[in-house]
């Protein structure tokens, strides 16, 4: 398993930014690492890269542990933080040459004009870093971070503050990256998420409160919940329809119409009707409902 994240807990002072967080990440997968700000995504990729230590648990990279040997796990990573740390004086190519050296990499020219190549920085190439938009310094981030052809790859933010148009050729360069490595996003962006990743993760005050395929937390009730909306006729109490099988919470929103979300498992469309049947009421409509990331991550993290 390239990452494997055991019961990692970390500590700022009295603040605790991580509690007991475990997971791992597969070859040739996108790994989408959720959560809102202040939920710990920093720091764990902070502590997968060697950069601060953990308080308690343990991190491998290909079988390494990070915290014994972190120069060699330091190796085998290729790491873009958020705010993307360059040296602005220095020339496109003449920067990721220098970085090329810094991992000793045979022909670091012919490496660095395969980075410039993959990342699309031809026609800028020559220019000064300071003097390229943030999508192009986005695409310098993205080269450094994948020179010395690293099986771990791990991006926090990589897009924020692009365009549109530099979003997709970013998303379309780590989807590509992921086919052949282990990639971590970190992102706010669900719509990058559902278009690129493979396994989401989504964490909440230092905790994981999901990790599942895509799919499985996606479908039509993912993460084994299941809402529907239904509306009556004459209006049913409160506290009858918490009697329903399988139905957890349960809220009127309006008039005569209903939400009313499974207990966990539950299908709950049939005992709905049946529950109307036994006590004369008619339903006038029902409708399961598709349920959005955005709509999953707000409810774990609300």
């Keep these: 398993m390239p990452v494997e994240v055991k019961n990692i807990t970390r500590k700022f002072g009295d603040q605790l930014a991580l509690d007991d967080v475990s997971f791992s990440a597969e070859e040739g997968q996108v790994l989408g690492f959720l959560g809102p700000n202040g939920a710990g995504k920093t720091t764990m990729m902070r502590i997968i890269t060697g950069i601060i230590p953990a308080c308690s648990g343990e991190v491998y990279v290909n079988g390494i542990n990070v915290m014994e040997n972190s120069l060699s796990v330091r190796e085998k990573i290729g790491y873009l933080p958020e705010n993307n740390p360059l040296y602005t004086d220095m020339y496109v190519k003449e920067y990721l040459n220098f970085?090329?050296?810094?991992?000793?990499?045979?022909?670091?020219?012919?490496?660095?004009?395969e980075m410039i190549g993959l990342t699309g920085l031809e026609k800028e190439k020559h220019k000064k870093i300071a003097a390229l938009s943030k999508g192009y310094?986005?695409?310098?981030?993205?080269a450094q971070a994948l020179i010395n052809d690293p099986d771990v790859l791990i991006l926090d933010e990589p897009t924020g503050g692009l365009d549109p148009n530099q979003i997709v050729g970013i998303r379309n360069?780590?989807?590509?990256?992921?086919?052949?490595?282990?990639?971590?996003?970190?992102?706010?962006?669900?719509?990058?998420?559902?278009?690129?990743?493979?396994?989401?993760?989504?964490?909440n005050s230092g905790r994981v409160v999901a990790n599942d395929t895509r799919e499985n937390i996606t479908r039509p009730g993912g993460l084994k919940r299941q809402l529907v909306t239904v509306e009556f006729d004459p209006n049913p109490l409160h506290e009858d329809l918490l009697t329903i099988p399988g139905a957890g919470k349960v809220k009127n929103v309006r008039d005569r119409i209903w939400?009313?979300?499974?207990?966990?498992?539950?299908?709950i469309?049939?005992?709905?009707?049946a529950f109307a049947v036994n006590r004369n009421i008619t339903v006038l409509s029902l409708q399961k409902e598709e349920r959005s990331l955005e709509s999953i991550f707000r409810e774990l993290t609300g």
């Design 99 to 113: 970085v090329a050296r810094l991992y000793r990499i045979p022909y670091p020219d012919k490496k660095t004009d």
């Design 137 to 142: 310094r986005q695409r310098v981030g993205l």
């Design 173 to 203: 360069l780590i989807s590509e990256t992921g086919k052949s490595k282990t990639v971590m996003l970190s992102t706010h962006i669900m719509q990058e998420v559902e278009a690129i990743c493979d396994r989401i993760i989504i964490i």
């Design 259 to 267: 939400i009313i979300e499974s207990s966990p498992g539950a299908d």
């Design 269 to 273: 469309r049939a005992s709905v009707f």
